[in-house]
C-alpha cells in the first residue's frame, strides 16, 4: 500500500484523528507499539487562518512520528485552501487529510465535518481546490453519508478519487449515528471492490480486538485499518493487533494457531500501568511548553488531559472493590495525588 511516496507494509494499523486526543505524546506513544501512521487532532481552517496560538500548537510534528497526517476541517473554499497552504508550509506533514467525517454539532452542525455530506458539490470544490493548492499528498475521511436514507459513500468515493486524493478513509456510520450502534463495513468492503477504485481504503469503525482487525482485512479486503476510541488508555493496542496478524503468517483467512498465540509477547499491568504514567508525565511537559506561566495549573491541565485515558484504560476493568478507588483517581488535581493512587493500585495487584 501506498499513498504519496510512503511505502507500506502489509495490513498496517492507523491511529484515528481525534480531538483533544492525538496530541503530539499520544501519537509518539501509540507510534512506538507499532502504529504505521498517526494524524494530529483535527484542526479548524478558521482558527488556523486567524494564527490562534491553540491551533497552531497542534502543528507540532516529531520526525520520531512520520509518517504523520494533518488532519483540517471547515466549510469555506478560501480558508481550508490558506488552511492546507499554511500547514505545508509550517508542520511539512506527509499528509493533509480532510474532515469530512465529524459528527459533532459544534462542528457538523455548522456545515463542517460530516456536516459536509449534505453539501456534496461544496465538498467536492473544496478538496479539489485543496489538492490543487498544496505539494503534500490529500487524503479524506468520511463517513458513509448523513442518514440511513443518504448512503452516498460508493458514488462519493469515486467523486473523490477524481479529485485527486491519494487515499480515503471512510467511518461506517452515518452522521446520524453519531458513535452508536454496530459500524456496518459492507459499505466499505463494496467501495474496496470497486473495480474503479484504485486508491487506498482505510476502513474505521469499532476495531477493539486483534480478531476484529483480521476480519477487516480479510473480509472487506481494505488496505489498512484505522483505530479510534479504542486506543484510549491503551496505545500498546496496536502491538497486541500487529502482533496477533503476524502470527497469522501471511493467512488472515484462518485464526493463528493456539501455540503461536500463546507465544505472542505479552505487556503485564505494571508495565502498561507505566506507560500511563509516562503519559501523564508527557501531558504536563507538553503544556508548559505550550502555555508556560503558572506550573501547578499547568499540571492540572495535565491531569485532566490525562484523565479521559485513565478512565476508559481497560487495565483498571474487574479490579475487585475498585469504584472508590476510580473515584479517586478521577478527581485528583496534582501529580503527587495521583501517583501514589496509581501506585497504590500497582501494590494492591502485586
Known amino acids: 500500500m501506498t499513498i504519496g511516496n510512503i511505502q ?12 483533544d486526543v492525538t496530541d503530539i505524546g499520544f501519537r509518539l506513544l501509540c507510534k512506538r507499539f507499532g502504529a504505521a501512521m498517526v494524524y494530529s487532532e483535527f484542526v479548524s481552517a478558521e482558527a488556523l487562518v486567524r494564527s490562534v496560538k491553540s491551533t497552531i500548537s497542534k502543528l507540532t510534528i516529531a520526525n520520531e512520528e512520520r509518517p504523520v497526517g494533518i488532519q483540517i476541517y471547515g466549510r469555506d ?8 497552504r499554511i500547514v505545508e508550509a509550517e508542520a511539512h506533514p506527509d499528509v493533509i487529510d480532510l474532515n469530512f467525517g465529524c459528527p ?36 479524506v475521511k468520511t463517513r458513509l453519508g448523513w442518514n440511513q ?54 476502513g474505521n469503525g469499532d476495531i477493539t480486538t486483534p480478531e476484529q482487525a483480521r ?12 483505530i479510534g476510541r479504542a486506543t484510549f488508555g491503551r496505545p500498546w493496542i496496536f502491538k497486541e493487533i500487529s502482533d496477533y496478524l503476524n502470527a497469522c503468517k501471511g493467512n488472515l483467512a484462518e485464526m493463528p494457531d493456539e501455540n503461536a498465540l500463546a507465544q ?7 508495565e502498561k500501568l ?49 469504584r472508590s478507588t476510580r473515584i479517586a483517581m478521577l478527581r485528583a488535581e496534582n501529580t503527587t495525588d495521583l501517583l501514589a493512587i496509581l501506585e497504590d493500585i500497582r501494590q494492591r495487584l502485586a
Open 8 to 19: 507500506f507494509r502489509d495490513h498496517p494499523l492507523f491511529l484515528a484523528p481525534m480531538e
Open 104 to 139: 459533532v454539532k459544534k462542528v457538523a452542525g455548522k456545515g463542517a465535518g460530516a456536516g459536509m455530506l449534505q453539501n456534496i458539490p461544496l465538498l467536492l470544490d473544496i478538496t479539489s481546490q485543496v489538492v490543487k493548492a498544496v505539494n503534500t499528498p490529500v487524503t
Open 215 to 226: 476480519q477487516a482485512f480479510n473480509r472487506y479486503g481494505v488496505d489498512a485499518v484505522m
Open 274 to 322: 507505566d506507560i500511563l504514567i509516562e503519559q501523564l508525565h508527557i501531558n504536563i511537559e507538553r503544556i508548559n511548553a505550550i502555555k508556560g506561566g503558572d506550573e501547578r495549573e499547568n499540571e492540572y491541565r495535565g491531569i485532566l488531559h490525562t484523565r479521559r485515558h485513565l478512565a476508559a484504560s481497560p487495565i483498571f476493568k474487574g479490579i475487585p472493590d475498585f
Open 77 to 84: 473554499v478560501p480558508q481550508m485552501v490558506e488552511a492546507a
Open 264 to 270: 505472542l509477547p505479552t505487556l503485564s499491568f505494571s
Open 149 to 202: 436514507e443518504q448512503l452516498i459513500i460508493t458514488q462519493l468515493a469515486e467523486q473523490l478519487q477524481d479529485c485527486g486524493i491519494q487515499a480515503l478513509t471512510i467511518h461506517g456510520r452515518t452522521r446520524s449515528q453519531m458513535y452508536t450502534g454496530e459500524a456496518d463495513w459492507t459499505l466499505i468492503g463494496e467501495v474496496k471492490n470497486n473495480p474503479r477504485i484504485h486508491i487506498p481504503i482505510i
